[in-house]
DNA sequence: CCGACTTTGTGCATCGGTTCACAAAGGGAT
DNA sequence: ATCCCTTTGTGAACCGATGCACAAAGTCGG
């Protein structure tokens, strides 16, 4: 029953995709400093990974190596940006324009690679109408309509923790189905919908939690040898 | 009565570690809220993960639960707690006052768990000197001065991309083993130490992914190549 | 004190991901 | 054209994490 029109597997690991945008930026940088191909040691090596798994991880793109060459940068950044969806342009709203929104909006990292920042919103009315890396800060009433008029698709929650489930409500009711949350809870959302959490605190919490052990806590045992 | 369990199995998961914050958070939640006591499921819906996953990860700190009841929340916070390191001090420094450095020193979320910004430092004449959340911004020419003065243990790296390697073997060489990275680019460390990366344009790539495979579904036609 | 009920802790099957190791494929030299 | 060298792509073993399902352990009402 299944289409059988793609020539490569639409069945992508989790946990390639996730290396995939790794391998892009080693690559841009390949490209910028005009090397023409690499093979799948040295570009695992930028990339930080094992060569095994980053030809493993490509693979399932397709074959797009040549052996005893290795892969054509530019053909490969191509082939990765196309998988990714970045050879299109997404429209992404920003809500919550405190601190962390504010350098999320002049993040340069969004723009370089097919994103764009299309809106600013937040509900304090101090803020409203500032302009912040040149967009205009719009009013939280206006969310729907903001949302629609700009073509969002991907929403980014930079809100205070007690604002974002109703935020998060709001945008998945007008049609929203890609959510990166930085703030500190758990949204629930229908099936359909993607989140991502990116969490800072949760970050230095496990740091804490390896450097407590290399240091040898008070009441550890530790069992090196 | 509390059963002889103390010293339990150090060697606890990875996956484990990185979902104890997330419990740590429902149960500070619920400790507001007057709760006393939980079941998995309820703890397990909170934090947003299933119920047996969560008994499982629990199972690895020891016995702390009481079967026909549930867990004592006071008494697993702290048990949580001491697990992840949060019940000392720690002192982070945070290299890079621009947006984004800004944005984390101001950050409510770190100082509310055991976490303290301790310093910030950058190298941009024009910052140094600036009083920001309260601290003194001081110059990257004292780097290994203020790490040590300051007893700092984790360093925060919010530079531009160009200037995170050469930071990062810098707090290395005084003995920093923790580091968070927001920097775009794969640090080379020792083995000893740790790195942690939040990259905010890879979690964007990510969720554009499945936007794109949402948007085309099966039948999506791809042109040739 | 007992028996019904609740909930934990875990053995086990399973799954996804990683790593190894090598045959197959291609380029370049002669 | 043929041989040698390099590097890819992948089968297979391995490893850690997940989720099911249930016996064990404890509570509570009567």
């Known amino acids: 029953m299944k289409s059988p029109s793609q020539p490569r597997d639409r069945g992508i690991p989790e946990a390639t995709v996730a290396r995939l945008p790794l391998y892009l930026r080693a690559l841009h940088g390949m490209a910028e400093r005009g090397i023409a191909t690499v093979s799948s040691e040295d570009l695992a090596v930028a990339a930080g990974v094992n060569s095994a798994k980053l030809r493993k991880d490509l693979s399932h793109l397709g074959s797009y190596g040549t052996r005893g060459v290795g892969y054509d940068v530019e053909y490969l950044v191509y082939q990765i940006s196309r998988e990714l969806g970045l050879t299109q342009d997404w429209a992404v709203a920003i809500v919550g324009v405190g601190n962390l929104g504010r350098a999320l909006a002049n993040y340069g990292g969004f723009v370089s690679r097919g994103f764009r920042v299309a809106a600013l919103v937040d509900a304090d009315p101090e803020v409203v109408g500032d302009t912040i890396a040149g967009l205009n800060v719009e009013h939280i009433d206006d969310l729907e309509a903001v949302i629609k ?77």
Chains 1, 2 share one sequence.
């Open 149 to 225: 008029r700009r073509g969002v698709s991907i929403v980014v929650l930079a809100t205070p923790a007690a604002a974002a489930q109703e935020v998060c409500d709001r945008v998945v009711a007008v049609g929203v189905t890609s959510i990166l949350n930085f703030a500190p809870v758990v949204l629930s959302v229908p099936e359909s919908v993607d989140v991502r959490k990116v969490d800072l605190s949760i970050e230095l919490q496990i740091l804490a939690f390896h450097e407590q052990r290399k240091a040898g806590g008070p009441l550890m045992a530790v069992d090196s040898q």
